[in-house]
T-cell receptor, first 114, second 115 residues
């Protein structure tokens, strides 16, 4: 059974803390994504990676960075957490070639910044 | 620019009836994939159905079918014989081949199935 696993379901952090969200996939996928989900806004792409150490900014990269040191792991970093980063974060992975294969998602991390 | 529009923030349907969730998209790519996902209250995203832009027939997967109208750039999801377990958020997504095959998502439709 293919899997994308996010390290935490729920996380509460304080303003100004450095926060790490971890994501691991076991499907040998080239592409990995971090999305942020807010009510009425759908899924917005923060960053994605198409290979080890390769990354591209998405639509809302401000306040975030990412790391992909190994193919199976993609980390999202909030350098200094702020209350407006309270949200649901979804990690996904997919094959790179073609447009016919779906993305597989992790279970999501609900982050609250207080 | 790629854009996905879901104009129905919320919908109600009676159990056992059919319901259509709307999705329109905008792209200059000729080849692309269209996807629908279901997100129950637990949060996980469940892949439902895929339609390729060059597929001549509308995709079907069990009670799910996709009403694909390429000229209108619409890809509506039809759920037949609704069940209480169909209550969830539904997201439409597009995947063009350009730009590393990123996925673009709509804002979602919250479906409530009434008993």
């Amino acid at each position: 059974d293919v899997k994308v696993t996010q390290s935490s379901r729920y996380l509460v952090k304080r303003t100004g803390e450095k926060v790490f969200l971890e994501c691991v996939q076991d499907m040998d996928h080239e592409n990995m994504f971090w999305y942020r989900q807010d009510p009425g806004l759908g899924l917005r792409l923060i960053y994605f990676s198409y290979d080890v150490k390769m990354k591209e900014k998405g639509d809302i990269p401000e306040g975030y960075s990412v790391s992909r040191e190994k193919k199976e792991r993609f980390s999202l970093i909030l350098e200094s957490a702020s209350t407006n980063q309270t949200s649901m974060y979804l990690c996904a992975s997919s094959l790179q070639q073609g447009s016919s294969t779906e993305a597989f998602f992790g279970q999501g991390t609900r982050l609250t910044v207080v | 620019a790629q854009k996905i529009t879901q104009t129905q923030p919320g919908m109600f349907v009676q159990e056992k009836e059919a319901v259509t969730l709307d999705c329109t998209y905008d792209t200059s790519d000729q080849s692309y994939g269209l996807f629908w996902y279901k997100q129950p209250s637990s949060g996980e995203m469940i892949f439902l159905i895929y339609q390729g832009s060059y597929d001549e027939q509308n995709a079907t997967e069990g009670r799910y079918s996709l009403n694909f109208q390429k000229a209108r750039k619409s890809a509506n999801l039809v759920i037949s014989a609704s069940q209480l377990g169909d209550s969830a958020m539904y997201f439409c997504a597009m995947r063009p081949p350009s730009n590393f095959n990123k996925f673009y998502f709509g804002s979602g439709t919250k479906l409530n199935v009434k008993p």
